[in-house]
């Protein structure tokens, strides 16, 4: 084919031209003199980038996001500890599922798919047993929500000794604001293949200082996932050299944007895709325009086959996800996370407006989301 693919997915993502040439940098010893100096740099960004405290460190592990969460939940808990899973869709699900696969007490606090937790409500579920974790998804790429983790987190710090906050940010940080020291977050998870532009591949588990003295060091059946080597910089595994050096890429070109234009840019996709679904008879699933996520947006499909939409978008050049589990048959997911400027997007919604009712007014809805925008900078 001659034209390529446009991909709207809520990973993987587009790997920018930049960070597909750093990894073809040879093979090198990953104790050695080329390499050294890149993994202290990648790690000294990290730590920047997720606003940990001085005390804080960020594991680089060879693993996928699901991978990130499953260290997160097993180095700082023990079989049968109580902890609350404030479950808002398929990813909050998935946390519980390990959680409960590891022996703990899970209590779950579920939200109706399509809404965001409400804080007063999970604090009144945390004053009513002594928890030692709180489990919680940032941006919920199921449902397209964006949870307001920063106000939970102030609620909690007024607790003296308060349970561990572990945050699923893994289609949030870099593209949403994820402060961990200034929001009282102990522990966030990332990947590699969402807004960090890289190919999958590498979790992310960043930890605060107050969660690194409650490391659990001797739990039945951790070993590969032990995050005190990783913490320390060292390399216990062999990393994933190539991937190092695209993620050190990325988060040059990271920086040269800039967070506050990376923020605007990915609050203005969401727009886009939800005002073109407005329009276009395909309305957004999340029930309130101010939970919408910035990274992805499922758009319902009120009397179709979402499948056969997919198929019909790839033949036209465009791939977009399905919706998950309840929303199978109702609902597809446009992508609109890391390297995605407002011109690819339009681009892709051009190719989705061949399949919707109402073609026309929604291109001139996204447009003039685009168009203001421009305005704003
Ligand atoms: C993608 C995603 C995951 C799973 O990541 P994998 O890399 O597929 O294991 C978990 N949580 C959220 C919020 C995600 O978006």
């Not at 500890?81 to 209590?107: C, H, Y």
């Not at 949030?172 to 190919?199: E, H, N, R, T, Y």
């Not at 939970?291 to 036209?316: E, H």
Request: charged share 15%.
């Amino acid at each position: 084919m001659l034209f390529t693919t446009d991909i709207l997915l809520p990973g993987p993502t587009p790997v920018p031209d930049r960070v597909q040439k750093a990894m073809m940098a040879a093979a090198t010893d990953h104790r050695g003199h080329v390499f050294t100096p890149v993994a202290d740099r990648v790690r000294e960004r990290l730590h920047a980038l997720f606003h940990l405290d001085a005390g804080g460190a960020v594991a680089v592990i060879p693993t996928t996001g699901t991978g990130g969460l499953e260290a997160a939940v097993q180095n700082f808990f023990q079989p049968g500890d109580p902890v609350l899973s404030v479950v808002t869709g398929a990813f909050g699900e998935r946390v519980s599922a390990i959680a409960k696969a590891m022996g703990l007490a899970v209590d779950e606090l579920t939200v109706p798919w399509g809404e965001a937790f409400d804080p007063a409500a999970v604090m009144s579920q945390v004053n009513s047993r002594r928890y030692r974790g709180i489990l919680v998804t940032h941006n919920e790429t199921s449902t397209g929500v964006l949870n307001p983790v920063e106000e939970l987190g102030q609620a909690l710090s007024a607790i003296t000794d308060k349970p561990l906050y572990i945050v699923d940010s893994i289609s949030g940080v870099p593209s949403i604001p994820l402060d961990m020291a200034g929001w009282g977050i102990d522990v966030a998870v990332a990947a590699s293949q969402k807004g960090f532009m890289c190919p999958p591949g590498l979790g992310l588990v960043a930890v605060g200082s107050r969660a690194r003295q409650k490391l659990e060091p001797a739990r039945p059946g951790l070993y590969f996932f032990a995050l005190t080597p990783y913490l320390e910089g060292q390399f216990p595994y062999t990393p994933a050299v190539s991937l190092w050096y695209g993620l050190d890429e990325a988060l040059t070109l990271l920086e040269e944007e800039g967070e506050a234009a990376r923020f605007a840019r990915h609050r203005t996709l969401g727009r886009m895709a939800r005002q073109f679904g407005m329009a276009a008879g395909f309305p957004p699933k999340v029930r309130r325009p101010e939970w919408g996520s910035p990274t992805v947006t499922p758009l319902t499909i009120p009397a179709g086959n979402p499948a056969q939409i997919r198929r019909q978008l790839a033949t036209y050049g465009l791939q977009i996800a399905g919706g998950m589990g309840a929303w199978h048959h109702e609902a597809v997911r446009i992508g609109h996370v890391g390297a995605v400027g407002p011109s690819d997007l339009f681009a892709g919604l051009s190719i989705f407006a061949h399949v919707v009712p109402h073609p026309a007014p929604a291109l001139e809805a996204a447009w003039s989301v685009w168009h203001d925008a421009l305005g704003d900078n």
